[in-house]
């Protein structure tokens, strides 16, 4: 039973009927699975906004379709537009290209289709990019420029440029994109991105998902987004951490904490930082070499002092600080940080986060639970990467410290869940079969002794993301007083057949007791 947007009874359909009266409506819900809303705990909203208006290319069966995809976009374009795509892997492709360095084809295809439209396509982990001449040119990059400290211009044996900019090298051609974009008003910019948040909610609430933690809002998004919740015109629930140097974070310390804005529909009260890449474009900041790239450590892509002093202005201004680490030197710097701060009162409730936590030291995982902190997980990851986490870490590190789910929570850690949209898709039943099966494409398990149950599962996409944002007494479970974020499932999550997990579909989805999306069509925003 709901009443306000939260729940005022839970139990047997009798006693609700009680409650019951003349304005009251029923959905009969059939038998069906019913469920709290999954919470996305680590996503994109406005990466996930902008990739639904421009070119996907997640599902690109290899490089030669992408090439295609480019040159269709040019014919619509005007010359001096910016080509922009996310979502290619190299890893994924068939067949890979004939010409390439380290699996990366070279850029002079695209410039063929492309001669005077810069192109700028993103890797679906969002740590490389792939560019053309004339982005290349207009961003003055050649063959003598300089590799920018944590990125990497990569470069075959003979010096050529191949058209990838790892980490913080992307930043060179980011930022001339960045450039073009200023050209624009600001009227301009700001209608296009309500336009990428309105698509970002409409994906979010068909896949079930009813909140939303966003892992690198700017001051300026915060800003809209603030004007948004303020005008009722948020269809999910937002918690966003920004993304911001020190300086700025220093100078805008008064923009926190917004909390609850409307209801429950905008809380900002949390920091994001970033300290190495991805693993899949040899970002991610490892204690020992790449198993396939002898003698790269990876990429420390964000200053240990800078940090240093963010995780002070956190903890001074009770802010949550949430860590991007993806390799175990990564995860083990970032907990040293940590460390320094907590111990200053180890009772504080801090509930400090790391983002990914995906390859971990084994000595690392009691050091999570010693101080406190929070690995911020997402099961797709590693049935996605699988295929090639083993090339680039060997089997030793891949079977010890690789998405060690299970290894968290028997360690006593909070292991939270979500899809790091638009890296994977946002939908929560692949996301959610990773966790209960560890099965790749192929159907074969990757380390199956570190799956979760079904009810860890679930627990880790609902009520532990909700506590990972100190919003648990709101949201994460069908309980009394609590928000009326409600999914209708097709099938049971619990029992039903493993292999019919994915093909799981949405049948409506409420917030705050509203019916925003229903599979047949009816929706009401
Ligand atoms: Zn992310």
């Not at 892509?301 to 903890?315: G, H, N, Q, V």
Request: aromatic share 10%; hydrophobic share 35%.
């Amino acid at each position: 039973m709901v009443k306000d947007g939260k729940i005022i009874y839970v139990g047997k359909e009798k006693e609700a009927r009680a409650y019951a009266n003349a304005n009251t409506e029923i959905v009969d819900c059939k038998g069906q699975f019913v469920m709290p809303g999954f919470i996305e705990g680590h996503g994109h909203i406005h990466g996930l906004g902008s990739s639904l208006m421009n070119l996907n290319l997640m599902n690109a069966k290899n490089w030669d379709e992408i090439v295609n995809m480019v040159a269709e976009a040019v014919k619509k374009a005007k010359p001096g537009d910016w080509i922009i795509g996310r979502g290619w892997h190299q890893e994924k492709w068939n067949p890979s290209p004939a010409k390439n360095h380290l699996g990366y084809p070279y850029h002079e295809e695209l410039d063929k289709v492309s001669p005077n439209n810069p192109v700028l396509l993103g890797h679906a982990s969002g740590h490389s990019s792939y560019v053309n001449a004339k982005a290349m040119e207009l961003a003055n990059i050649t063959d003598q420029t300089k590799n920018p400290a944590g990125g990497d211009i990569v470069k075959d044996k003979d010096g050529k440029i191949v058209g990838v900019l790892e980490e913080t090298a992307q930043g060179l051609a980011s930022m001339t994109y960045g450039a073009w974009l200023n050209k624009k008003t600001i009227e301009e910019r700001k209608a296009e991105w309500m336009r990428g948040i309105q698509l970002a909610e409409e994906e979010s609430l068909k896949s079930g998902v009813t909140s939303f933690q966003d892992a690198g809002s700017s001051f300026q998004q915060v800003e809209w987004m603030k004007e948004l919740a303020q005008q009722g015109k948020l269809n999910i629930r937002h918690w966003l951490m920004v993304r911001a140097g020190n300086n700025s974070l220093r100078q805008n310390a008064q923009v926190f904490p917004i909390m609850n804005e409307e209801n429950g529909f905008l809380t900002v009260k949390a920091i994001k930082v970033s300290l190495d890449g991805a693993l899949g474009s040899y970002g991610a900041w490892l204690l020992e070499s790449y198993e396939d790239r002898k003698e790269f450590y990876g990429q420390n892509t964000f200053p240990m002092d800078s940090l240093r002093k963010i995780a002070e202005f956190s903890w001074e201004k009770n802010l949550q600080l949430c860590v991007h680490a993806i390799g175990d030197r990564a995860n083990r710097e970032t907990i040293n940080i940590f460390s320094e701060q907590i111990q200053k009162d180890k009772k504080k409730d801090h509930r400090w986060r790391v983002e990914h936590a995906q390859h971990v030291n084994p000595a690392e995982i009691p050091r999570f639970k010693q101080w406190n902190v929070i690995a911020s997980m997402q099961s797709i990851h590693c049935t996605s990467d699988a295929p090639f986490v083993e090339k680039r870490l060997g089997a030793k590190r891949a079977e010890e410290g690789a998405y060690m789910w299970k290894a968290f929570l028997k360690e006593g850690v909070v292991v939270t869940n979500g899809t790091d949209v638009p890296v994977e898709k946002i939908d929560p039943f692949d996301c959610y079969y990773a966790a209960v099966t560890r099965k790749q494409k192929n159907g074969v398990p990757f380390y199956p002794n570190q799956k979760m149950t079904r009810e860890e599962a679930i627990y880790s996409y609902t009520m532990a993301n909700a506590y990972a944002a100190f919003e648990e007494k709101q949201k994460g479970s069908l309980e009394l007083g609590k928000y009326a974020d409600i999914v209708v499932l097709s099938n049971n999550l619990i029992n039903c057949k493993e292999e019919d997990i994915k093909n799981t579909k949405v049948l409506m989805t409420f917030v705050g007791g509203k019916l925003k999306y229903s599979g047949n069509g009816k929706k009401s925003f």
